[in-house]
């Protein structure tokens, strides 16, 4: 059985020749929560669409529990639970009146499930007040409870903290945690929030206009990018080859045609340059930096960092 509950290759959607989502390779483990990291438009909200069926994909391949998507949607399908967007309450009905309704819909027949559900996000079971009546978090939270209220073993979410308060915020992230800590549940969740998806996350995927940047533990892309050392020079893409080549690192980034980004700070540096210049390499600047997420997300995306 494989290890991962959620595997793509090569996932790719395209609208016209504008790729949303481009050649996307991710693998969710189970039991751990990945946090997929990007600006809103990145393309995240498009590959959770793709992963439950509700966009074609262009080309590439998902597989969920080991298993191909592509035929098996009916076995899959009802041992999720998500949250895509808005799901479609009825606003004349109460929170726990239209939970009834999907319960009935997935052949839920105990209330317990839609009593847990509710407790589980702090809303109250059988209350009087209207969905319209809602605050913008309370209807975050009724939609995180129907995706949690089968029991599914994996959950996808998409932006599951939108519209909270920084109280409602701590409180989804903890149950969140708990879910995955207590209850062993697998979790594949998006967010524009780095400070959130550090504190969450398990696993991080880095995406930018539909790419995947980084994927790796939140331990090891915190430890790789705590210190590097930066290289500005005339050509960044041979000076990578140069330190492969002389010292065996390939532990770089070129970001553009002139910097690039050493994590493998205990070479010598004053040889380094003394390769490059032999090599017709000029050199600008080489110092050691320490990174923040933060700082490497800005970095990595060529953009300004995110929340």
Same mark, same amino acid.
């Not at 090569?10 to 504008?18: E, F, I, N, S, V």
């Not at 090891?220 to 930066?230: C, G, T």
């Given at each position: $059985? %494989?290890? !991962? $509950? *959620?595997? =793509?290759? @090569?996932? =790719? /959607? #395209? !609208?016209? =020749?504008? %790729? %949303?989502v481009s050649h996307l390779d991710i693998h969710v483990k189970k039991g751990r929560i990945y946090g997929l990291l990007g600006r809103n438009g990145a393309g995240k909200t498009t590959t959770m669409r793709m992963l439950l069926g509700l966009t074609a994909p262009t080309s590439g391949e998902v597989k969920i529990f080991g298993k191909p998507f592509a035929g098996n949607e009916k076995e899959i399908l009802p041992r999720i639970g998500c949250l895509i967007e808005s799901p479609g309450f009825y606003p004349n009905l109460t929170g726990t009146e239209n939970l009834k309704i999907f319960a009935d819909l997935r052949g839920l027949r105990s209330p317990k499930y839609i009593k847990s559900a509710l407790e589980l996000v702090n809303l109250p079971y059988r209350d009087k007040k209207l969905f319209s009546q809602y605050s913008l978090g309370m209807k975050q939270r009724l939609a *995180? &409870?129907? &995706?949690? $209220?089968?029991n599914p073993e994996l959950l996808i979410l998409d932006e599951p903290i939108n519209g909270l308060d920084p109280?409602?915020?701590a409180e989804v992230r903890d149950f969140i945690r708990e879910l995955c800590d207590a209850m062993g549940k697998t979790i594949l969740i998006s967010s524009h929030i780095l400070s959130e998806i550090s504190l969450l996350a398990d696993d991080v995927g880095i995406i930018d206009h539909g790419n995947l940047l980084e994927e790796e533990s939140l331990k090891?892309?915190?430890? /790789?990018? &705590? #210190?590097?050392?930066?290289f500005c020079v005339s050509n960044a893409q041979k000076a990578a080859q140069v330190i492969a080549s002389s010292f065996g690192s390939k532990n770089v980034q070129v970001s553009d045609g002139n910097n690039l980004y050493l994590? @493998?700070?205990?070479l010598p540096v004053e040889k380094i340059n003394r390769n490059f210049m032999e090599e017709g390499i000029g050199i600008r600047e080489a110092h050691?930096?320490? @990174? =923040?997420?933060? @700082?490497?997300?800005?970095?990595i995306t060529g953009g300004e960092g995110i929340a």
């Open positions: $059985m %494989s290890e !991962y $509950m *959620i595997e =793509t290759r @090569d996932l =790719t /959607k #395209k !609208y016209g =020749t504008q %790729s %949303s *995180i &409870a129907l &995706a949690v $209220m089968h109280i409602g915020i090891e892309l915190e430890e /790789k990018n &705590a #210190k590097y050392i930066h994590y @493998d700070t205990d050691l930096c320490e @990174d =923040t997420l933060e @700082d490497y997300f800005r970095r």
